[in-house]
């Protein structure tokens, strides 16, 4: 018989051994801390996600159970070259090792390459998917290609220096100018 299993309560060894997946959607405003990051409505957006579970030396005394996830969503940013709405896709193709509780995924973390985590038979996809895709949000969002020319940039290089984001300060040096 074939284990069904739920993406908010997951027995994560079960899902190993059955070698089981599961895909779905979660809409973008139903997980919080990922909608605040946004910069426009999320209303209508959606995270894609797949999981599947994996069993490694299975004839082991203890096998080593992972699992694979995949993630994208589009989150509405303001690009910040331009200032103009930006959607920013968001990508995550992960593996991760179960381990049997947080102390050991913490001792171990530094030589393992993949992530770990501990394991549980409640685990929480959903949260684990948001907390994977806050990590992928660029700190500084921009258009590959601004879509219009960055306004005020044309015509005095000045500008162009106060519009750039490295420069914290090239807005005072033009409020002097100004002055002068
Ligand atoms: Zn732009």
Redesign the pocket.
């Known amino acids: 018989m074939k284990r069904q299993f739920s993406a908010e309560r997951l027995d994560v060894r079960a899902f190993a051994e059955d070698a089981a997946e599961l895909a779905g959607s979660i809409p973008l405003g139903s997980l919080q801390r990922l909608a605040a990051e946004a910069r426009g409505p999320v209303e209508g957006r959606q995270v894609d996600w797949s999981a599947q579970g994996e069993l490694r030396n299975a004839g082991h005394v203890q096998p080593d159970v992972w699992l694979h996830l995949q993630a994208q969503a589009l989150l509405p940013m303001t ?6 709405p ?1 959607d920013v896709p968001l990508e995550v193709d992960r593996a991760f090792r179960f381990v049997a509780d947080e102390d050991t995924a913490a001792a171990e973390d530094d030589e393992a390459e993949e992530d770990l985590l501990a394991i549980s038979r409640t685990f929480d996809l959903p949260a684990l998917i948001e907390d994977e895709l806050l990590m992928e949000v660029p700190v500084v969002p ?2 590959d ?4 020319a ?1 306004p005020l940039s044309v015509a005095d290089p000045g500008f162009e220096e106060a519009a750039a984001p490295e420069h914290p300060f090239a807005g005072l040096r033009v409020l002097k100018t100004d002055r002068s």
């Open positions: 690009c910040q070259r331009c200032l103009e930006v921009r258009h290609v601004c879509p219009h960055v």
